[in-house]
């Protein structure tokens, strides 16, 4: 290769089955790899700064090019556990709504839900800061997303698992981040990239015994709440996102 295609990773604890296989590829030694939060690695594709990343699906659209490769994602077929609203008091009771600063994907589908599934229309604020989640009390709710959502579980009254309120609106999977690329990437690295991506499945009780996590069963949240594999309903319900995004 010419140079090695940089490609950029969300440092969340929902990547690590992906990113096990990736660090110990052959292929790795033809990328580099970058980690940070999921909206900083979409700004980081859209300013060309990377070639492909793990990327919040939000960001399609705005996406001169895009490609969607390998057959894995970070999607949900129902509870996903760590993309909630969450708030002392009902829903229909919320008058404000904080957006994680770290999501593009989980903040548009927190206003596509909103408008279409809850039928509410709050004051939606972005939440700044870490800091934004001690705000969340009385009538404002906010949208956590990542690990900081699996710590809030344990400190907010209600939750509202944002892909189980996705699948009972649609009937679809949801899918919150993909590799996505903004050119095309020579396909022989793609295949071992594909290869890579699945090698951690093998080694979950080694990726949660690396990875002491008190706040929630990491077995159960890679085997029951997160469902990786790109599949078509996973596919469907994405073009249906994007759909009802861009009617907001």
């Not at 903004?182 to 396909?187: A, E, F, T």
Request: net charge negative; glycine share 6%.
């Amino acid at each position: 290769m010419e140079r090695k295609i940089r490609v950029g990773a969300v440092s969340y604890l929902n990547t690590k089955p992906l990113l096990y296989g990736i660090e110990r590829a052959e292929c790795r030694k033809d990328m580099d790899l970058v980690l940070d939060y999921p909206a900083k690695v979409a700004q980081m594709l859209l300013n060309d700064e990377i070639d492909m990343g793990l990327v919040p699906v939000a960001v399609i659209p705005r996406l001169r090019e895009w490609h969607i490769n390998t057959d894995f994602c970070i999607g949900a077929d129902g509870d996903v556990a760590s993309v909630c609203l969450f708030s002392e008091t009902e829903l229909h009771k919320t008058e404000k709504v904080l957006l994680d600063y770290q999501s593009r994907t989980s903040a548009a589908l927190t206003r596509v839900l909103l408008k279409n599934y809850w039928r509410m229309d709050p004051v939606i604020e972005d939440g700044g800061g870490e800091d934004y989640r001690s705000r969340i009390k009385g009538t404002t709710a906010g949208l956590v997303i990542g690990d900081r959502a699996l710590e809030q579980r344990k400190i907010s009254t209600y939750i509202y698992d944002l892909a189980d309120a996705w699948k009972d609106h649609t009937g679809l999977s949801f899918t919150f981040a993909a590799w996505i690329s903004n050119k095309p990437i020579d396909p022989d690295f793609i295949s071992a990239f594909n290869t890579a991506n699945a090698v951690g499945f093998q080694h979950l009780d080694e990726i949660v015994a690396a990875h002491p996590y008190d706040v929630f069963d990491l077995k159960k949240y890679y085997k029951q709440h997160i469902s990786y594999q790109l599949d078509e309903r996973k596919r469907a319900g994405l073009e249906e996102f994007l759909f009802q995004l861009k009617r907001l």
